[in-house]
Antibody, heavy 120, light 111 residues
Framework: QVQLVESGGGVVQPGRSLRLSCAASGFIFSDYTVHWVRQAPGKGLEWLAVISYDGSQRYSADSVRGRLTISRDNSKNTLYLQMNSLRVDDTAVYYC?????????????WGQGTLVTVSS | QSALTQPASVSGSPGQSITISCTGTSSDVGGYNFVSWYQQHPGKAPKLMIY???NRPSGVSNRFSGSKSGNTASLTISGLQAEDEADYFCSSYTGSNPFYVFGTGTEVTVL
């Protein structure tokens, strides 16, 4: 079955960096576009970034551009989110989500999320 | 781009129908037929329930239905069951950065 497993979260001080990973299994990872979405404690969901199946297209939300970078390694079936210059308001659960095969717009499978806490 | 507006909570008795609204603008909900709905139980990952306004993924109960009128999309749950108690989020494609916006979320309670 489709599985997406995020890792790499933890407690980090403001200004530091972190790299999140999302390991995919149960489907042909290189065929699918994938997204990163986050959810701050007690808040709604926020879209962060998307990368096409082959990595040739990538888009990030203006609110995080320059600090958060999406990438993928299809040989390792893994999606990444490089997070730099972290701020307290980056504290959230970070999810990777697969886009449905025929459309980037529908997130048809999600991971369980990894919690990032930015605190001094 | 602001979050889409949803009621904070909706409740109903088992067997009843409830409707959750999701209000945006002509730049998101009203401009595209790319509205999705997600169910999220506490501590769990979101689950896609409706896509492209009114389509159900395979495996989702036909008790869930979606529609849209103007800048407002709606999710209706008919024959409410205890397992439907969860948070529900809508989302829409926006055509410009950020390319996707989510709703504020609605907590559904089964009385």
């Amino acid at each position: 079955q489709v599985q997406l497993v995020e890792s790499g979260g933890g407690v980090v001080q403001p200004g530091r960096s972190l790299r999140l990973s999302c390991a995919a299994s149960g489907f042909i990872f290189s065929d699918y576009t994938v997204h990163w979405v986050r959810q701050a404690p007690g808040k709604g969901l926020e879209w962060l970034a998307v990368i096409s199946y082959d990595g040739s297209q990538r888009y990030s939300a203006d609110s995080v551009r320059g600090r958060l970078t999406i990438s993928r390694d299809n040989s390792k079936n893994t999606l990444y989110l490089q997070m730099n210059s972290l701020r307290v308001d980056d504290t959230a659960v970070y999810y990777c989500a697969r886009a449905e095969s025929s459309s980037w717009h529908n997130f048809d499978n999600w991971g369980q999320g990894t919690l990032v806490t930015v605190s001094s | 781009q602001s979050a889409l507006t949803q009621p904070a909570s909706v409740s109903g008795s088992p067997g009843q129908s409830i409707t959750i609204s999701c209000t945006g603008t002509s730049s998101d909900v009203g401009g595209y037929n790319f509205v999705s709905w997600y169910q999220q139980h506490p501590g769990k990952a979101p689950k896609l329930m409706i896509y492209d306004v009114s389509n159900r993924p395979s495996g989702v109960s036909n008790r869930f239905s979606g529609s849209k009128s103007g800048n407002t999309a709606s999710l209706t749950i008919s024959g409410l069951q205890a397992e439907d108690e969860a948070d529900y989020f809508c989302s829409s494609y926006t055509g410009s950065n950020p390319f996707y916006v989510f709703g504020t979320g609605t907590e559904v309670t089964v009385l």
